[in-house]
């Protein structure tokens, strides 16, 4: 079992799988409905409305609909977009044990304590029919995936199948509505609507669930009596086929996988089993310690199935779906179907090469999972967990290249790991003795050699390397030399890809990605939170890649985005310009096409290529809050202006890459004051006295104007402040600017007129201006203030600036490249017309 996710909580009574989206229902014990994506492993939303435990739920098909049937007696239907119940079906009249939408009528069938089955029609939110007949508790009732039957399982220890089909011709013709009305009576009792087809009798005990097969006429039940039954049906009769023995105590739940020939059934014996239909066999068991297993479910699209327990759920797989390949030169070897194939990347062609018989195996994971190639002796190596851990080498003959029709030997051996590491030489990982073996092509040891470090696999690391991985640490080691090149601590680390020419290889694990150079010297880590699937490098040493949901980049420096979303998991093989091939879960071969743009962008910006940049500005459609974010961060303000239309952006990244003209335009489109100080304080950094003036200005900044007007030495403007300071009556402000004019009666008249007559006097005195200081002395009489004996007064004269007008080039802008924005970019594309 591959478990893909688990929760905890109380006990998991009904579980149900969307059809499109990686979501999955659990009905609690506790009368919660939790919804969990189970890929990000996250909790959506919760619904708590039922009074009781809620034993089953289930998802519409196409509508955002989920209904659900608890203790309470009620059947209720939700809307999970709206985050509510729509509204409540009411008629059992004792515990819902199961719900479940029809996948094309407007139907719900619930099974119910009651020891009735009954069919509502959520469109109209009435009964339509009730199916009477068992004579103990209803434990589950399901239609057929196709066909007009329901089929239902009661601890009378029967399974029931009812024809439903004229309940699907009433329903189609409203003329029969009058016809419904005068069968109202036998409709209740099952008579007109729903028909028993057949009483299926062979449990011996109380029957707890049955589930029609996807696509064949076979029905499977398991019961008290621990049993898991098959039955066969067709038009007139039914009967059982076979008994499945094993588990040990009730069986809770049983159903046939949606892709692959097998029965998977759970117990309170707290076991899950796998059966194979056809030999009638058990495949495998999982056991928890502690749970008992109530419930099942099946996705219908997807290889993975949800089991529900006392403490809570799991979301597991089978079997693993990677398909087992190697990359060599414009050629790629994978297997599928018991075959190796062959596939060509110029030309898309498949061919199957050779045939890998394989017995009928008794367990699951049989397939292969590793596969290593060596070209020039044509020879394939394919590793698979049969026997605890086994290869089996083919050298293929020229001459039966693309038939595949000839059954060719293997050479087989146990080990877990094998790779080739020279044209004519592969290594084993004997595990047991943490050792090497280096074969040849007879299969025959010709060198044994023990590792450095406890190994459990071992990867491909150039010819006559290998990259050894433990648990938490991987080494490369020189088989030649026996010398470890180089050493890395990571987290356990699933499948090694390495760049075109050996230089650098992507390490990669569940939910991160480590990338070195060849001898393990870190570069950089990426973390995801989605599992990462696979990975390819493109010809610009760019790292693709993709996690369940995305395909990715990785630029050399680490940073990383998003290419495009996908719908199913894919397994890159190979990156060849703005085409991803790839292998899909089915083993299909499949290209890709990609928008390359934005990566490319990165990486020449990364690589300081800036006439590449400036062309794809100029062509490409970049644009996005993220690039622009991405530009600023990385110290690119400049470049990231030639996407940016919003005004307050531009003139922030304006200010940050000095670009004064294009921080006036927006200043004078934003026209805030405060946008106007901040153009003043970069104006004034970069010595351009004119924007300076002009922000002041705008922003009526007086002080600042005048000061600005003294260190110029405009004595002229200078004056028209004093005067405006006057208009304005501002005392202070007219003080300041006589002080900086050196204007003395312009001083002592503000002094006099502001009532601080000693000062004027003084000030007067001073500066000899005698009139004013004996007309000054007269008006204050006894209180004229002395003046200081010995001092040598001086008069306060601004100096002379060094520079009388224009900017000071206080700190030198070069124009870059980028410099300019989109208005220049449009300009110069004009002047070229």
């Not at 009435?126 to 399982?153: Q, R």
């Not at 403490?311 to 087992?324: D, N, Q």
């Amino acid at each position: 079992m591959l478990t893909k996710f688990e929760t905890k909580s109380n006990r998991v009574k009904g579980l149900s799988f969307h059809t499109k989206r990686p979501w999955i229902l659990a009905s609690l014990h506790s009368g919660v409905i939790q919804l969990w994506d189970y890929r990000m492993g996250t909790l959506i939303d919760r619904f708590d409305e039922h009074d009781g435990p809620v034993r089953g739920v289930h998802f519409h098909m196409s509508q955002p609909l989920f209904v659900s049937g608890g203790d309470d007696y009620k059947i209720k239907v939700w809307n999970y977009k709206l985050h509510r119940c729509l509204f409540t079906l009411l008629g059992h009249l004792d515990y819902i044990r199961t719900v479940q939408f029809h996948h094309e009528h407007p139907w719900i069938v619930s099974a119910s304590d009651d020891q009735t089955i009954r069919i509502w029609n959520w469109q109209s939110r009435t009964c339509i029919s009730v199916l009477t007949g068992h004579n103990h508790y209803v434990m589950c009732a399901s239609f057929h995936p196709k066909e007009d039957l329901v089929v239902s399982a009661s601890l009378d220890q029967t399974v029931r199948v009812w024809d439903i089909g004229s309940l699907k011709k009433k329903t189609a013709s409203p003329a029969d509505d009058i016809l419904r009305l005068s069968h109202m009576n036998t409709d209740l009792f099952g008579g007109v609507d729903a028909v028993v087809k057949y009483v299926l009798e062979g449990h011996d005990r109380g029957v707890n669930w049955a589930a029609f097969h996807p696509t064949l006429p076979l029905i499977v039940s398991g019961a008290d009596d621990r049993q898991v039954k098959l039955w066969r049906m067709n038009d007139t009769k039914a009967w059982e086929v076979d008994t499945l023995r094993g588990h040990v105590n009730n069986v809770s739940c049983v159903m046939f996988h949606a892709k692959q020939d097998i029965i998977v059934s759970n117990s309170e014996d707290k076991s899950i089993r796998v059966w194979d239909v056809t030999k009638r066999t058990g495949l495998q068991t999982f056991r928890r310690e502690h749970d008992r297993f109530w419930i099942l479910a099946v996705h219908p699209e997807m290889n993975i199935l949800a089991a529900g327990h006392d403490s809570g759920m799991i979301v597991f797989k089978l079997e693993r779906e990677r398909p087992a390949f190697a990359v060599s030169g414009d050629s790629l070897f994978y297997a599928k179907d018991r075959f190796i194939r062959n596939f060509d990347f110029p030309t898309q062609r498949e061919a199957q090469v050779i045939p890998i018989r394989r017995p009928g195996s008794t367990s699951l994971n049989q397939s292969p999972r590793t596969l290593s190639y060596s070209p020039t002796e044509n020879a394939v190596l394919i590793c698979s967990d049969v026997d605890g851990g086994s290869y089996e080498l083919y050298v293929i003959p020229k001459d039966s290249f693309g038939r595949g029709d000839g059954s060719l030997e293997a050479r087989k051996g146990v080990g877990s790991s094998a790779i080739f590491v020279a044209r004519n030489r592969f290594a084993v990982l004997d595990k047991g003795n943490n050792q090497v073996l280096v074969k040849n092509l007879k299969n025959e040891v010709v060198k044994k050699s023990g590792l450095p470090v406890p190994t459990d696999a071992i990867f491909y690391a150039g010819t006559g390397s290998l990259l050894c991985r433990s648990e938490d640490r991987v080494v490369v080691f020189d088989l030649q030399q026996r010398l470890v090149l180089g050493d890395l601590q990571t987290p356990f680390v699933k499948y090694v890809v390495w760049s075109n020419d050996m230089e650098s290889v992507a390490l990669l694990s569940k939910h991160s990605i480590i990338i070195t150079n060849k001898k393990l010297v870190h570069k950089c880590t990426l973390h995801e939170t989605i599992r990462v699937k696979s990975g390819a490098w493109d010809e610009n040493g760019v790292f693709i890649y993709t996690t369940l949901n995305h395909i990715k980049y990785c630029l050399p420096n680490g940073d990383s985005g998003i290419i495009r979303t996908l719908e199913v998991p894919i397994y890159i093989t190979k990156v060849s310009g703005n085409t991803i091939f790839c292998l899909d879960r089915d083993g299909k071969n499949k290209s890709v096409v990609i928008d390359a743009t934005e990566y490319i962008f990165k990486l020449s910006l990364l690589r300081k290529r800036y006439d590449h940049v400036m062309n794809m500005i100029r062509n490409s459609q970049l644009c996005g809050e993220a690039m622009i974010a991405y530009l600023q961060q990385k110290g690119f303000p400049e470049v990231a202006l030639h996407f940016v239309k919003d005004e307050k952006t531009r003139f922030n990244l304006a200010l940050e890459s000095g670009n004064i003209q294009i921080a006036v335009a927006s200043a004078k489109e934003i026209d805030d004051k405060d946008h106007w100080y901040r153009l003043g304080v970069e104006a004034l950094r970069q010595g351009n006295a004119a924007i300076v003036e002009y922000a002041y200005q705008r922003t009526k900044n007086f002080e600042r104007l005048s000061f600005l007007y003294l260190v110029n030495g405009n004595l002229e403007k200078l004056s028209k402040m004093l005067k405006i300071a006057e208009v304005k009556n501002d005392v202070m402000g007219q003080f300041h600017n006589a002080l900086y004019l050196g204007d003395i009666q312009e001083r002592v008249k503000i002094l006099e007129n502001a009532g601080h007559l000693p000062l004027a006097y003084i000030t007067a005195s001073v500066h000899g201006l005698q009139d004013v200081a004996e007309r000054l002395a007269a008006e204050l009489g006894d209180d004229v203030p002395p003046l200081p004996v010995d001092k040598n007064p001086s008069l306060l004269i601004p100096p002379t600036p060094v520079m009388c007008g224009g900017d000071w080039p206080l700190l030198r802008v070069m124009k870059g490249i980028f410099d300019g924005g989109r208005g220049a970019v449009d300009e110069e594309e004009e002047g070229a017309e």
